[in-house]
């Protein structure tokens, strides 16, 4: 699916982490591994991970109320939510919901989207989608995740390498017919494309299910495989939104990755011809957060000053399924 024509406009950022942080060498202590090993295969030294009380809901509301505060509006002022999450309270009702009564601003449309780490970026081409139609003003779109709800710690392919955490965007619907045919300098989701194949679908799961084993399941994951796709798909879907957009990888001031391991970040940063410095980094700090790395990382970068009005930013991620895409932004 390609999207193209200037879109909807991005107001705001916001994110949470849960207070605790685990270091890999608080993990050596509970599987055969080591903090040598983590740093060097992945670039990760901790990540954050959800406590008593803390859920995918609860993190998804703290980043949503701060995404709504930095673009000075209120809950009242959404009609849209839309939840990128593997990770939901229950099975059903949508976590959106959830984040939607505790926001307070009940009645709009609120559902989640499931494309695992691709998530984010699928739920904003959604909403970018609906925003464009005039079915929705504006969309809070978050990425939300509890994967250590779902590792099995035993498992140390597998345990070391995810976190908790959620980020959100608010996005704005284009005000006039005019806008959406706007300049090349005008703010707002410039292309965007996404792709999936299912023909993948062992490399990278959750082997359990409501539908399969009525349990919830855990993360398997041949790592080495996804790496080499990983590498691949993302080069070539970036290739693909920048001729799209007719834009050269000059042009571009920040790639904001999908934060599964620095080695993708460097591969895919170097298959493509991009400066290292140009690429937004919390893979260290946070571990793979799935769907919520990339507005994590868009959040960090917008608040300490990297990120600024007016410029162009990728987006990228991809994950279980398999899932990939890419969304270019002036922001
Ligand atoms: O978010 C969705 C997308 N996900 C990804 O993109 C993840 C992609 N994959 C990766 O990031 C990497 O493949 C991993 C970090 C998962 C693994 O790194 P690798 O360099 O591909 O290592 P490997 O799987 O080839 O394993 C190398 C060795 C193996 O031992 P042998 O067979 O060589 O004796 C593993 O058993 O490292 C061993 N190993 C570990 N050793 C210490 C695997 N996990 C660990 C560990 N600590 N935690």
Same mark, same amino acid.
């Given at each position: 699916?390609?999207? &193209?024509?200037?879109?909807?406009? +991005?107001?705001? !950022? @916001?994110? *949470?982490?849960? =207070?605790? %942080?685990?270091?890999?060498?608080?993990?050596?202590?509970?599987?055969?591994?080591?903090?040598?090993?983590?740093?060097?295969?992945?670039?990760?030294?901790?990540?954050?991970?959800?406590?008593?009380?803390?859920?995918?809901?609860?993190?998804?509301?703290?980043?949503?109320?701060?995404?709504?505060?930095?673009?000075?509006?209120?809950?009242?002022?959404?009609?849209?939510?839309?939840?990128?999450?593997?990770?939901?309270?229950?099975?059903?009702?949508?976590?959106?919901?959830?984040?939607?009564?505790?926001?307070?601003?009940?009645?709009?449309?609120?559902?989640?989207?499931?494309?695992?780490?691709?998530?984010?970026?699928?739920? &904003?081409?959604?909403?970018?989608? +609906?925003?464009? !139609? @005039?079915? *929705?003003?504006? =969309?809070? %779109?978050?990425?939300?995740?509890?994967?250590?709800?779902?590792?099995?710690?035993?498992?140390?392919?597998?345990?070391?390498?995810?976190?908790?955490?959620?980020?959100?965007?608010?996005?704005?619907?284009?005000?006039?017919?005019?806008?959406?045919?706007?300049?090349?300098?005008?703010?707002?989701?410039?292309?965007?494309?996404?792709?999936?194949?299912?023909?993948?679908?062992?490399?990278?799961?959750?082997?359990?299910?409501?539908?399969?084993?009525?349990?919830?399941?855990?993360?398997?994951?041949?790592?080495?495989?996804?790496?080499?796709?990983?590498?691949?798909?993302?080069?070539?879907?970036?290739?693909?939104?920048?001729?799209?957009?007719?834009?050269?990888?000059?042009?571009?001031?920040?790639?904001?990755?999908?934060?599964?391991?620095?080695?993708?970040?460097?591969?895919?940063?170097?298959?493509?011809?991009?400066?290292?410095?140009?690429?937004?980094?919390?893979?260290?700090?946070?571990?793979?957060?799935?769907?919520?790395?990339?507005?994590?990382?868009?959040?960090?970068?917008?608040?300490?000053?990297?990120?600024?009005?007016?410029?162009?930013?990728?987006?990228?991620?991809?994950?279980?399924?398999?899932?990939?895409?890419?969304?270019?932004?002036?922001?």
């Amino acid at each position: 699916m390609t999207l &193209l024509t200037r879109g909807a406009r +991005l107001v705001g !950022t @916001g994110s *949470a982490l849960p =207070a605790r %942080v685990v270091t890999n060498a608080e993990l050596a202590q509970r599987v055969d591994t080591s903090d040598e090993w983590i740093i060097a295969r992945t670039g990760i030294r901790q990540r954050h991970v959800a406590g008593e009380g803390e859920t995918t809901a609860t993190l998804a509301t703290d980043a949503a109320r701060a995404a709504l505060a930095d673009a000075w509006l209120t809950p009242a002022d959404i009609d849209l939510i839309i939840l990128a999450t593997a990770t939901p309270d229950n099975t059903f009702p949508a976590t959106a919901t959830k984040v939607q009564n505790a926001l307070g601003c009940n009645g709009g449309v609120a559902f989640d989207v499931a494309a695992v780490c691709s998530g984010f970026l699928y739920a &904003l081409a959604t909403a970018d989608s +609906l925003l464009r !139609t @005039g079915a *929705a003003r504006r =969309a809070l %779109v978050i990425g939300a995740e509890t994967f250590s709800r779902i590792l099995d710690w035993e498992d140390r392919t597998t345990c070391v390498l995810f976190g908790d955490g959620a980020g959100a965007v608010v996005l704005e619907a284009p005000d006039t017919i005019g806008d959406i045919a706007a300049d090349a300098s005008a703010p707002g989701i410039i292309a965007t494309k996404l792709h999936a194949d299912g023909a993948q679908h062992d490399l990278l799961y959750v082997d359990g299910g409501p539908s399969t084993t009525q349990t919830v399941g855990h993360v398997r994951m041949k790592g080495r495989e996804v790496f080499r796709h990983a590498v691949v798909n993302l080069a070539d879907v970036l290739a693909e939104v920048l001729e799209d957009a007719d834009v050269s990888v000059e042009d571009i001031d920040w790639v904001v990755p999908h934060q599964a391991n620095a080695r993708i970040l460097d591969a895919t940063a170097r298959k493509l011809g991009i400066a290292p410095e140009k690429v937004v980094v919390t893979v260290d700090r946070h571990a793979n957060t799935s769907a919520a790395s990339v507005p994590l990382a868009l959040d960090e970068a917008r608040r300490d000053g990297r990120i600024v009005t007016g410029d162009l930013i990728m987006l990228e991620a991809m994950g279980g399924g398999f899932t990939w895409g890419a969304s270019l932004i002036r922001v």
